[in-house]
């Protein structure tokens, strides 16, 4: 069976003292949680999180990251720098990276093979817009999506990649996909990773959904077929909610 992921997204939010407080919070309470627990903070929070976790089961991933290894990229940060102060996992081609920072398919490749290149473990978001939805072109959108993001990876790379599904019309809106849709689209894209990457892969591969998961709707959503956690935003900056999500069987 596949393990759950439940990742938070902490987005431009959080200062090195309140990251410190928060996991050293948040530690104690899911130190016996059977699923892994990730949180992806801004840049100038990864060494505080990075110290503050070490010796428990947090696990520290940046949002993104720049495909070069270094050189005249003004502003930008490497996967080399990321792995070099330990940090074990990156979001590429967050929908908000996507809209606002002119994130493509093809950079969104680009970085996710530069993840792997430096031993970085990649969570690679897709998903469709509204407008997308209505025209009944989630399949098509998402299943392209992650068909380019993965282009050129071999097939252990693919086993090792997150895949996040995330409708663009349900982040930070309060509107969540309902439990079958959501697995509907998780299903799509398993199945075209089995078409190019086999069954034995897609079987592998963690696909989570998000878009508002809260602790009142995480239950529902991970108890589906293909649905193994989430990618968490508004829902990972309080301690209590976070947890509550994390133990959603209780
Ligand atoms: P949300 O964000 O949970 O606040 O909707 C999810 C995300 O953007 O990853």
Same mark, same amino acid.
């Given at each position: 069976m596949r393990r759950k992921v439940i990742a938070g997204n902490w987005k431009m939010?959080?200062?090195?003292?309140?990251?410190?407080?928060?996991?050293e919070d948040l530690a104690p309470l899911v130190k016996d949680t059977e699923h892994e627990v990730i949180l992806c903070v801004p840049y100038t929070d990864l060494f505080y999180a990075l110290l503050t976790a070490q010796n428990t089961n947090i696990?520290?991933?940046?949002?993104n990251m720049h495909f070069a290894e270094s050189g005249a990229y003004t502003g930008e940060v490497s996967g080399k720098m990321l792995?070099?102060?330990?940090?074990?996992?990156?979001?590429?081609?967050?929908?908000?990276?996507?809209?606002?920072?002119?994130?493509?398919d093809e950079t969104v490749n680009k970085k996710v093979k530069? $993840?792997?290149?430096?031993?970085?473990?990649?969570?690679?978001?897709?998903? !469709?817009?509204?407008? %997308?939805?209505? #025209?009944?072109? *989630?399949?098509?959108?998402?299943?392209?999506?992650?068909?380019?993001?993965?282009?050129?990876?071999?097939?252990?790379?693919?086993?090792?990649?997150?895949?996040?599904?995330?409708p663009?019309?349900?982040?930070g809106t309060g509107k969540t996909a309902t439990?079958?849709? $959501?697995?509907?689209?998780?299903?799509?894209?398993?199945?075209?990773?089995? !078409?190019?990457?086999? %069954?034995?892969? #897609?079987?592998? *591969?963690?696909?989570?959904?998000?878009?508002?998961?809260?602790?009142?709707?995480?239950?529902?959503?991970?108890?589906?077929?293909?649905?193994d956690g989430a990618l968490v935003g508004g829902a990972s900056l309080k301690v209590e909610e976070f947890q509550k999500i994390i133990e959603f069987e209780k």
């Open positions: 939010n959080m200062l090195p003292n309140e990251t410190i407080q928060f996991i696990k520290i991933g940046a949002q792995k070099s102060i330990n940090v074990e996992y990156v979001i590429i081609g967050h929908s908000e990276r996507r809209q606002y920072f002119n994130e493509t530069a $993840a792997f290149e430096n031993g970085l473990k990649p969570i690679v978001c897709v998903g !469709e817009t509204l407008e %997308q939805r209505e #025209a009944g072109k *989630v399949e098509e959108i998402i299943t392209n999506q992650t068909k380019l993001a993965l282009e050129g990876l071999t097939n252990e790379q693919v086993e090792n990649t997150i895949i996040a599904y995330e663009i019309w349900a982040i439990k079958e849709d $959501a697995n509907d689209a998780v299903k799509a894209i398993r199945k075209k990773i089995a !078409e190019i990457y086999g %069954q034995n892969v #897609a079987d592998g *591969v963690i696909i989570q959904y998000g878009g508002s998961v809260k602790s009142s709707n995480a239950k529902e959503l991970f108890s589906m077929s293909d649905i």
